[in-house]
């Protein structure tokens, strides 16, 4: 395969062949060949950005494909599963976001003023009540997530 520094020289070199030889029909043809192999040098980078848009997406899919086999659905979120042996699941994420729109929003705890636990999607204004009726803290999403990974 030539460089284009290699045609850029091969073409001159046709060129000054053409002009020392005083063929005008040569030259002209030459410059003809020197258009083409411009339109084929743009096609040819827009190929190469087509590609590289493309690799991105497959990137992009892989990516979420990986995520997808980390989650886990408690019926009410979304947990990524802890790859380290006895870490808790990280967590909760809306069911709602994830499920439309493919995004990790974390819910936030918003317990009800009587003590009794909510998560609220800031993203997308779903409230759910997590499983369980006790308060929530964080020592008690350790403890959820534990009863995640048992299942
Ligand atoms: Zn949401």
């Known amino acids: 395969m030539f460089s284009l520094e290699q045609i ?13 030889a005083k063929n005008i029909e040569l030259k002209q043809k030459l410059l003809e060949l020197r258009e ?11 190929k190469s950005r087509q590609i590289k848009a493309l690799e ?39 069911q709602r976001c994830w499920d439309a729109d493919q995004k990790l929003i974390r819910l936030q705890s918003t317990p009800l003023p ?11 204004g779903k409230s759910v009540q997590p499983p369980g009726t006790a308060p929530r ?6 403890a959820f997530s534990n009863q995640l990974r048992r299942h």
């Open 114 to 124: 009587n003590g009794e636990p909510w998560w609220d999607c800031l993203e997308c």
């Open 36 to 46: 083409a192999g411009l339109e084929l040098g743009e096609e040819n980078l827009e």
């Open 8 to 20: 850029r020289n091969l073409w001159k070199g046709a060129v000054e062949l053409a002009e020392r």
């Open 137 to 142: 803290g964080i020592a008690q999403s350790v």
């Open 56 to 94: 991105q997406r497959v990137d992009d899919l892989q990516s979420q494909l990986s995520l997808k086999a980390k989650l886990q659905f408690d019926g009410c979120a979304y947990w990524i599963q802890a790859q380290v042996e006895g870490q808790p699941a990280d967590g909760p994420y809306c």
